[in-house]
């Protein structure tokens, strides 16, 4: 996907804006909306600690605030600066909310991009 390239480095950009003087997790996202829009966030954590919003989550809700309710993610990347991980269980679900079972999900395993799609990042999701 020629995408992928740009969006990673989108989230790795983000990422250094993190907010995270607690985990020290500085976690960046990217994502191209089916109207060919990008966004980027970052997380944003909190002395309560449970307040904390993740990357991926921040840049979904920026994407519907500008969008509006029809957004639809295209393709997403998620980074943390010295870290490898995909997206956590919660973001999955938000993921799922505004992506079909193909849309492409990206992250870095072994300093490589991993591409899953949304099915397989969360198969048998809850959707109404
Ligand atoms: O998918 C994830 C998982 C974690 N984090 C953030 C939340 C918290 O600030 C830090 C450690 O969990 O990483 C994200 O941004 N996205
Ligand atoms: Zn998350």
């Known amino acids: 996907m020629h995408q992928a390239p740009a969006l990673l480095e989108a989230a790795t950009a983000a990422a250094a804006k993190a907010y995270a003087p607690y985990s020290r997790f500085q976690v960046g996202c990217a994502l191209v909306t089916a109207q060919g829009n990008l966004f980027t966030g970052c997380n944003v954590e909190n002395a309560s600690y449970g307040l904390t919003i993740c990357a991926e989550r921040g840049t979904i809700f920026q994407a519907v605030a500008a969008e509006g309710p029809e957004m639809r993610i295209a393709e997403l990347a998620v980074i943390a600066l010295g870290h490898e991980f995909p997206p956590c269980g919660a973001c999955r679900q938000v993921i799922a909310e505004f992506a079909d079972a193909e849309t492409p999900v990206w ?17 048998a999701s809850f959707k109404l």
């Open 107 to 123: 992250f870095l395993r072994d300093g490589k991009p991993v591409r899953l799609t949304m099915a397989e990042l969360l198969p």
